[in-house]
């Protein structure tokens, strides 16, 4: 009897959860040649533990894998079943909002990166596939396919220690390699883009990264990007005409081919308003207490006495809300959403998905100050759905053909 024959002995007491790995997710949802033989080696050393007396070929393996598949829980954003019009890796993923974006307009995911195990979680739970961790590490960027073609990341602001370093010296092209900042990881993402050299590098940071360390991080960023060979389009966009938050954010588009004149979407129109993405029935549970909305008054009065530190006042209803951020769980100072004859409240989780442009079908994580954190670290989904229907005009865009039987063709 094969060892996939029966699911129970197979398992031999183990759960599917520790079989489920970065590289075998990836190439069940990819299919990637770049997955396959890791992957398969991968199940191979698992299956030799579950069962050592036993000889384990690669064909059992891929027999395991492909049995192991059926039985996953389905997931509501898996992607395109077959080749997308396009392909993206997704680094510093989060929970996935430049996935969910890029997916809607035809995108596939070929690489994933996220180093937090609670954002993990949620893009497992909703893309069925495990990110793989630090995109610092070789042994994770060895995975990364070669060709691709736009880089998605949502990179983190860090302080460079060398605001006037050179992308050649970096990459070690003309005086060796010399890592100029330890731990920074916009120099990952320049890295990836010189080796793979992707059609396009679609980023996105705070809003003032501009004027961070003095505009020399900005501009490290931007001289680093065209050193490598690409053009550079900045641009600060606020959010609240396609979600009801004022959300301003950098974001930069980047093309190989450099006699591309890129223009950003226009985001014009009335700003939403928060009275419409509020649920109908709250749990008691997010009212804040006496003691915290006593502490929010005095503070905020002693901080306009001073004039310094932030006041906290409620939500306008009729307005777009003021930024999450990922410390909101703390305290919920940031959106207070009044009540009548009560304390005010704080937004419910589904509510801050809603405030990103995530849709109703979008999983949360089962901890509520994870699920915070997660959504006021996002990308706004709207924003980049937009932005990246203006990108893929500039794009090979590959025709995707009627389905036969149920199959999607694409040449």
């Known amino acids: 009897m094969r060892l996939t024959d029966d699911l129970d002995l197979f398992l031999n007491g183990h759960s599917w959860e520790e079989f489920n790995t970065p ?15 890791a992957a398969i080696a991968e199940a191979i050393s698992f299956l030799k533990k579950q069962h050592p007396d036993k000889t384990i070929t690669a064909k059992i393996a891929e027999n395991a894998i492909n049995t192991w598949s059926l039985s996953l829980p389905t997931v509501p954003f898996p992607g395109p079943a077959e080749e997308g019009k396009f392909s993206f890796i997704d680094l510093f993923a989060g929970i996935g909002g430049f996935r969910l974006a890029l997916q809607r307009i035809g995108g596939k995911c070929l690489y994933t990166s996220e180093w937090d195990k609670n954002a993990k979680l949620t ?11 630090d995109i ?3 042994e994770n960027q060895k995975f990364i396919p070669p060709k691709f073609n736009i880089l998605c990341a949502g990179f983190p602001c860090q302080p460079f220690s060398k605001a006037g370093v050179s992308a050649r010296n970096f990459l070690g092209l003309e005086h060796g ?7 920074n990881l916009f120099f990952e993402i320049i890295k990836i883009a010189y080796e793979h050299k992707p059609d396009v590098l679609f980023l996105e940071n705070v809003k003032n990264l501009y004027s961070h360390d003095e505009g020399n991080t900005f501009k490290t960023i931007e001289k680093m990007i065209r050193e490598i060979g690409y053009s550079f389009f900045p641009a600060v966009i606020n959010a609240q005409t396609e979600v009801p938050q004022r959300r301003e954010r950098t974001y930069m588009v980047c093309f190989k081919d450099q006699n591309i004149q890129f223009e950003f979407p226009k985001f014009q129109g009335e700003a939403k308003a928060l009275s419409n993405y509020l649920e109908s029935e709250v749990s008691e549970q997010f009212t804040i207490s006496d003691n915290l909305w006593q502490g929010h008054i005095n503070r905020s009065k002693r901080n306009k006495e001073r004039g310094t530190g932030f006041t906290v006042s409620l939500a306008n209803l009729n307005k777009p809300s003021n930024t999450l951020v990922s410390r909101y769980y703390k305290d919920g100072k940031e959106c207070l959403i009044p009540q009548v004859g009560s304390n005010p409240r704080m937004l419910t989780p589904r509510e ?22 997660q ?3 996002s990308v706004a989904v709207p924003i980049i759905e937009k932005i990246g229907k203006e990108i893929i005009k500039f794009i090979k865009i590959k025709k995707v053909k009627p389905k036969r039987n149920g199959v999607q063709c694409v040449s």
């Open 375 to 377: 959504f006021g670290n």
């Open 177 to 183: 390699f010399n890592h100029p900042t330890q731990g």
């Open 136 to 138: 610092t590490k070789t």
């Open 23 to 37: 590289l075998i997710s990836h190439y069940l949802l990819t299919k990637n040649k770049v997955f396959k033989n």
């Open 123 to 133: 893009y497992k739970k909703n893309f069925g596939e495990v990110p793989f961790g």
């Open 352 to 373: 801050c998905a809603r405030l990103q442009g995530f849709p109703e079908e979008f999983l949360l994580h089962p901890s509520k100050n994870s699920a915070y954190k």
